[in-house]
């Protein structure tokens, strides 16, 4: 880790790991959207499908949510790298947007059920 001359510099440095960590995983979740999820909720579809639709939807139940609301929060943070908006305010901003994180916590046990029977 480099050396600081002041908070400031720090926490700015620190934002931008923060920045580049985030896009890393947006680029992941578009990744996967584009090259798996997409052509398996095709593929379900087929007379052979890998995952039939039910599964289908279930394992990737709030993935497209997921990917908007983490665009979004990058969109807001590139947008506002500069301090124009505290970055402190741009997170609280998107907290409830990121619960979609939760309900998929919540959803996994009962989908492993199902998935499994």
Same mark, same amino acid.
């Given at each position: 880790?480099?050396?600081?001359?002041?908070?400031?510099?720090?926490?700015?440095?620190?934002?931008?790991?923060?920045?580049?960590?985030?896009?890393?995983?947006?680029?992941?979740?578009?990744?996967?959207?584009?090259?798996?999820?997409?052509? @398996? =909720? &095709?593929? $379900?579809?087929?007379?052979? /499908?890998?995952?039939?639709?039910?599964?289908?939807?279930?394992?990737? +139940?709030?993935?497209?949510?997921?990917?908007?609301?983490?665009?979004?929060?990058?969109?807001? @943070? =590139? &947008?506002? $790298?500069?301090?124009?908006? /505290?970055?402190?305010?741009?997170?609280?901003?998107?907290?409830?947007? +990121?619960?979609?994180?939760?309900?998929?916590?919540?959803?996994?046990?009962?989908?492993?059920?199902?998935?499994?029977?």
């Amino acid at each position: 880790m480099p050396q600081f001359i002041q908070d400031d510099e720090q926490r700015a440095y620190h934002i931008q790991e923060f920045i580049k960590t985030e896009v890393s995983y947006v680029e992941s979740l578009c990744g996967l959207v584009d090259l798996v999820v997409r052509p @398996l =909720r &095709t593929d $379900s579809h087929t007379k052979y /499908p890998i995952l039939n639709p039910f599964k289908c939807t279930k394992i990737f +139940l709030n993935i497209d949510q997921i990917l908007h609301v983490n665009q979004q929060f990058l969109d807001e @943070l =590139r &947008t506002n $790298s500069k301090q124009a908006m /505290p970055f402190g305010d741009i997170c609280a901003n998107y907290v409830s947007g +990121l619960l979609v994180y939760c309900i998929a916590e919540e959803r996994q046990i009962t989908i492993e059920k199902e998935i499994n029977q």
